[in-house]
């Protein structure tokens, strides 16, 4: 069975350009969740979503981040425009079911950095 | 409000030698707890979790973490450390009302030679 799949795994741009980042579930999980991580630190939530609504987004920094989750499969984050306190890894996990259950499963990351 | 401490950013052992990541949490009612584990340039992966079934939880490779709810602890242990458990290590509590899961901040497990 494959995993959950991001791409790209590495971006750099510079500051103000847009970005965006790929993510591919694994098959049949509706849950998608979309993560950010510094360096040292864990995971932080960005936005969850349940089939294609977006069921918890309140972490998501609406005025350059925005997602989206086309017919609940694959989904998408972009970033516009990117700050240099942006550059971060880009997690997206899945997991089969409506509730957070805690059992993840994770992509490898987009590692992005700002110059 | 739940909150969850890893109490070391760094632990090294020798290879061959037990394994402690220590894990306290604060609940307001009996928590659900999770320990994922991070290889570098890896997708997290989970360990491990407490559902308010048996305290002494087994995972994969060899681990295993007690819950005990007079210390509000969740700590990982494994006997007999390997070259390849070398990764960072994170302590999750999941908040009951809306289900959040709420990460410690890791810690990076070293493994001597």
């Known amino acids: 069975e494959a995993g959950v799949v991001q791409s790209p795994r590495y971006k750099i741009i510079e500051k103000k350009q847009p970005v965006a980042f790929w993510c591919n579930p694994i098959?049949?999980?509706?849950?998608l969740y979309w993560y950010l991580q510094n360096l040292g630190q864990g995971p932080e939530l960005l936005i969850r979503?349940?089939?294609?609504?977006?069921?918890?987004d309140s972490q998501l920094p609406k005025d350059r981040f925005s997602a989206e989750r086309l017919k609940g499969v694959d989904s998408t984050l972009k970033i516009q425009p990117a700050e240099l306190g942006d550059s971060a890894v880009y997690l997206c996990a899945s997991t089969s079911g409506t509730a957070n259950t805690g059992e993840l499963f994770f992509g490898e990351g987009s590692r992005l950095t700002v110059l | 409000a739940q909150s969850v401490t890893q109490l070391d950013s760094h632990v090294s052992v020798s290879e061959g030698t037990p394994v402690l990541l220590r894990c306290n949490y604060s609940?307001?009612?009996?928590?659900?707890l999770f320990w994922y584990v991070q290889h570098p340039n890896k997708g997290l992966q989970l360990l491990l979790k407490y559902t308010s079934a048996a305290t002494l939880v087994k995972g994969i490779n060899g681990f295993e973490a007690e819950f005990k709810k007079s210390e509000t602890s969740f700590h990982l242990t494994k006997p007999s450390a390997h070259m390849s458990d070398a990764a960072e290590y994170f302590c999750v509590v999941r908040r009951g009302s809306n289900y959040q899961l709420i990460w410690g901040a890791g810690t990076k497990l070293i493994i001597k030679p």
């Open positions: 609940s307001s009612y009996s928590p659900s």
């Open positions: 098959s049949g999980h509706n849950t």
């Open positions: 979503y349940e089939n294609e609504e977006a069921v918890d």
